[in-house]
């Protein structure tokens, strides 16, 4: 704000609902300073010029999805949510940020026919939008079309936390919560097929419970066999959030890896009066993984 407060909004629940928890909150110093108040945009800038007129266009350019600035972008998407033009054209730009403001045109005008296509979008932002439209809508005849997308490469976590909420509100769940029953076992069966993407697998297991019943020691050492860092990786962390005598063992043959070096000696802070876990990370002090033992004993 022009006096240095800073607004800020705080939606309280995972759940896209509209559930009336959320909040605005201004934060204000007790004794404001002296600097400046910030100049507001003169009524005449060629941005503000533009965005009004993008707000009263019922014809808007497509080409106007290309803008950078926020503002001027949402404006092109509202102008365009009211022009009665296609955006079969727009929906098939190169550029991924005017597919995107296509797939958001498109949602306020309730067009959902032309949902399908952006399930299989390369990019992920785009992808995610037609999850979160699918899912907040409850359109549960493109289920299936969502698994897909949610798997298609690159996977993010954005992607992956959207299908989810969209399964939830499918099932007529309030949250996305995964420590809930609900996700849960649609994040148990990610993880346990080897048919889907590492990286979405890799997802699944971050967002398991450490505790969880499917998490064993076997399968735990099978994903320390598999190429994919990502998964070699999120096993190694669930092996240290453990102290039990094979888990520290396991980890006691991965302090010499390369990639997983550091989290299995950091891992193995839970069995440090062990006479072999001690002598093995005081053996570590003459080689390059010095400050990872050092750390790791000063518990």
């Known amino acids: ?35 400046a108040a910030a ?7 060629p941005e503000l010029k533009r965005m009004n007129a993008l707000l009263a266009s019922r014809t808007a ?25 296609s955006l079969a054209g727009p929906a098939a730009d190169k550029n991924p940020r005017v597919r995107l403001g296509a797939l958001l045109a498109l949602r306020r005008r309730g067009q959902a026919a032309a949902l399908k296509a952006f399930f299989e979008d390369p990019d992920p ?18 289920a299936a079309a969502i698994e ?6 690159p996977v993010t976590k954005e992607i992956f936390e959207a299908y989810l909420a969209a399964n939830d509100l499918f099932a007529g769940r309030s949250s996305s919560q995964v420590d809930q029953l609900g996700s849960e076992p649609l994040v148990v069966r990610i993880f346990e097929d080897a048919a889907q993407p590492a990286p979405l697998r890799a997802l699944a297991l971050r967002m398991l ?3 969880h019943k ?26 240290a959030a453990r102290i039990d005598a094979p888990s520290q063992a396991a980890l006691r ?22 006479p072999e876990t001690r002598r093995l990370l005081l053996d570590l002090l003459a080689g390059p993984h010095v400050m990872d033992a050092l750390r790791t004993l000063s518990g």
């Open 61 to 85: 350019d497509a080409k106007s999805l290309e803008e950078n600035d926020p503002f001027l972008y949402s404006a092109a998407i509202q102008a365009l949510s009211r022009s009665s033009e």
């Open 39 to 45: 100049s507001k945009l003169p009524a005449d800038a």
């Open 148 to 153: 897909k997308a949610a798997a298609r490469m």
């Open 253 to 274: 043959g991965l302090v010499s890896d390369p990639l997983l070096g550091p989290d299995a000696i950091g891992g193995l802070s839970g069995s440090t009066a062990d």
């Open 214 to 239: 499917a998490l064993t020691l076997e399968k735990i050492q099978l994903l320390l066999r598999q190429e994919e860092p990502a998964l070699r990786l999120e096993a190694v962390r669930l092996l």
């Open 209 to 211: 419970r450490r505790d």
């Open 125 to 142: 932002q785009v992808r995610r939008a037609a999850i979160q439209w699918a899912g907040e809508e409850k359109l549960t005849e493109h």
């Open 1 to 35: 704000a022009p006096d240095g407060s800073l607004f800020m909004t705080d939606w309280v629940d995972r759940s896209y609902t509209l559930h009336g928890k959320g909040r605005v909150w201004r934060l204000r110093a007790k004794e404001p300073g002296t600097v």
